[in-house]
């Protein structure tokens, strides 16, 4: 069956730009997760999203950072003035109730 | 302290033996744990889930201790294939809260 799957797979930005990334998680899965990560280190917990509940964004770094789920699947990471320090692998993650997470290829941003 | 700490390696050993690596978490309310693998500049992919009894997956063997707040991952008849990060996760008393350790590095040489 199909994965998690992200778009797009490299982003390249100029600093101050506004950025969208898109997860879509694997079908029936309940629960889906943002995780950064940059060169060398480990993964940066961002935002989780559970089924119709509000979202835990206690990872988010800054107010520039936001998230939404449409309909329970699809949803979209935006960076709104991007900075340099946000360059890294965004990675997305979908689970069930077992908390599982099955993760998505990532999208490498870049900051120039 | 961190919540979930690694060794971060490198651990270097040949290929056919066995290596064993820990994960040490700091909340004892904790309550599933698991290993994921991650190659270089690839995401991270569930290996195991580590149960209360310990559980065994081919070449692969997981347990929990739970008094000491630990989890292993022991790795028998060692290929190049395994060379990667192993990264230790545990989650609390929600699913949002899921911490990923920083992983350890394994290199398999032939």
């Known amino acids: 069956g199909a994965g998690v799957s992200q778009s797009p797979s490299n982003k390249v930005t100029e600093k101050g730009k506004d950025v969208e990334l898109r997860c879509d998680p694997i079908?029936?899965?309940?629960?889906l997760y943002w995780y950064r990560q940059s060169l060398g280190q480990g993964l940066e917990f961002l935002i989780y999203f559970q089924g119709n509940s509000a979202p835990d964004k206690s990872g988010l770094p800054s107010d520039r950072f936001s998230a939404e789920r449409t309909g329970g699947s699809v949803s979209t990471l935006t960076i709104q003035r991007t900075q340099q320090e946000d360059s890294a692998v965004y990675l997305c993650?979908?689970?069930?109730?077992?908390?599982?997470?099955?993760f998505g290829p990532g999208t490498r941003l870049t900051v120039t | 302290r961190k919540e979930v700490e690694q060794d971060p390696g490198p651990f270097n050993v040949p290929e056919g033996a066995t290596v064993a690596f820990n994960c040490t978490y700091s909340?004892?309310?904790?309550?599933?744990f698991f290993w994921y693998r991650q190659d270089c500049r690839k995401e991270p992919k569930l290996l195991m889930s580590?149960?209360?009894s310990g559980n065994e997956d081919g070449r692969f063997t997981a347990q929990l201790n739970r008094a000491s707040q630990y989890i292993s991952l022991l790795i028998r008849d060692s290929k190049l294939s395994d060379s990667a990060t192993y990264l230790c996760v545990v989650s609390f008393s929600s699913a949002s809260k899921i911490i990923f350790g920083s992983g350890t590095r394994l290199s398999i040489r032939p």
């Open positions: 079908s029936g899965h309940t629960a």
């Open positions: 993650a979908s689970a069930a109730s077992s908390y599982e997470q099955y």
């Open positions: 580590v149960y209360s």
């Open positions: 909340n004892s309310a904790s309550q599933s």
